[in-house]
């Protein structure tokens, strides 16, 4: 699923993590010297690389929560999971301001401030394994180009009414899928050997997007688990998915395709 926050399909967030996961481990490690050796250009150091790493986390965190709330697929496996490594990412930010302020109180044992910052480490380490499976094995901002299937194809319509347009007839290539969000549904329209045909991007096994998949001979794929649909009605040709996506109906007509947004196929 494309990044909503990208640079030429290029996902911003993975790019700016590097600068607080390094900032913030930086810091532990001098104050860690520190203790050993009492040198304060040590922690001094530390200091400076701990306000860098909020500064970095603040700024890798707006990517990432774009990402969060439009390209994470709704009602997910990955949903649940991004949400986790958010909160995480967010209580950490926290932590680490609170011990940037208390090391401005020189009363306090250094020892504490050390220990809080052992677990800030824990905590990145955490949340840096959730990012990564969000990546990894949901494809959260992975761009793939398929064979055929052309580039990212999307589009917001707003409306109210039942019957939009949804594409020109000569848009879509065969076997290409465009997202459309439309009505608060997000919908695939395709273009398959025997026509268009329109399903909801919401696969029924953990909730993967299927725009994100590949499509040959009206099935579509799924990207997370394999799962495999027929394009036209909606039913389930290859598990672990048990049930079947939503079609809807759509209609070639004056050089353009317009979907029934709320005439599910049955
Ligand atoms: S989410 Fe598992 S196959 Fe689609």
């Known amino acids: 699923m494309r990044s909503k926050a990208n640079i030429k399909s290029h996902p911003l967030h993975p790019i700016l993590i590097c600068f607080p996961l390094a900032f913030f481990i ?3 490690v001098f104050d860690i010297l520190f ?30 929560f774009v990402d969060f709330l439009y390209t994470v697929p709704p009602e997910s496996s990955a949903k ?18 609170a011990i940037v302020l208390l090391k401005r109180n020189t ?11 052992a677990i800030g480490v ?4 955490i949340a840096g394994w959730l990012g990564g499976t969000l990546v990894y094995r949901n494809q959260i901002g992975v761009d793939p180009r398929y064979a055929d299937a052309g580039k990212w194809n999307e589009e917001y319509v707003n409306t109210n009414d039942n019957f939009i347009r949804v594409a020109a007839a000569n848009e879509l290539k065969l076997n290409q899928m465009k997202l459309v969000h439309a009505g608060g549904k997000r919908i695939i329209i395709a273009h398959s050997e025997k026509g268009y045909a329109a399903f909801s991007d919401h696969c029924t096994h953990k909730g993967g997007s299927l725009a994100g998949g590949a499509m040959i001979c009206g099935t579509v794929q799924c990207p997370w688990h394999g799962s495999q649909f027929n394009v036209h009605d909606g039913s389930v040709s290859a598990g ?6 939503e079609t809807y109906n759509v209609e070639e007509r004056d050089g353009a395709v317009f979907l029934h947004l709320k005439e599910i196929k049955k």
């Open 107 to 117: 009363a306090l044992d250094y020892k504490i401030l050390v220990a809080m910052e």
């Open 35 to 64: 203790l050993f050796n009492q040198n304060p250009s040590f922690q001094n150091t530390a200091y400076h690389l701990n306000i860098a790493g909020v500064i970095g986390a603040v700024l890798a965190a707006v990517p990432g």
């Open 122 to 125: 824990i905590i990145l380490f």
């Open 80 to 97: 649940k999971r991004a949400a986790k490594h958010g909160l995480l990412n967010t209580g950490n930010l926290l932590l680490f301001i």
């Open 26 to 28: 930086g810091s532990f």
């Open 240 to 245: 672990p998915a048990k049930k079947g996506i």
